[in-house]
């Protein structure tokens, strides 16, 4: 699988890489967080780290450490518009359930990791 990114998102993280002297791609992962469990991240990459898998998408890199991807693998990330806010949007298929504001996510006992906290 991969994570790949909707247009939207893609033309929003090519114009962040492209503005920003020594940044890479975009960093993606999840964090322990919420009322459901994990929330997706996203940051500028600066450094390719050990165990990361870097999925490029028409030379946009965007880099997974180790612990997220197999709760991330198959993301498709888009950005829209929401109220006044501009967000990233997670097509998560890893994701069995997710909390009432939508800011954090659970997966079946397949998907058990011990993901950054």
């Given amino acids: 699988m991969a994570v790949t990114l909707a247009p939207a998102a893609f033309a929003r ?3 962040f890489v492209s ?9 993606f992962g999840v964090t322990r967080t919420g009322c459901s469990g994990w929330g997706h ?3 500028l990459a600066r450094e390719q780290r050990e165990g ?3 999925f490029e998408q028409d030379g946009v890199r965007i ?6 991807l197999p709760l991330v693998d198959g ?12 967000v990233f949007v997670f097509a998560n298929p890893n994701a ?7 800011e954090s996510f659970t997966t079946d006992d397949s998907h058990r990791s011990t993901a950054v906290e």
């Fill in 96 to 102: 069995a359930a997710e909390c009432g504001c939508g």
């Fill in 63 to 68: 880099y997974v450490d180790a612990d997220s």
């Fill in 13 to 15: 993280v090519q114009r």
């Fill in 75 to 86: 993301t498709r990330i888009d950005f829209a518009k929401q109220g006044l806010s501009e």
């Fill in 52 to 54: 990361d898998t870097v």
């Fill in 41 to 43: 991240v996203t940051d």
């Fill in 19 to 27: 503005q920003s002297p020594g940044v890479l791609g975009l960093r």
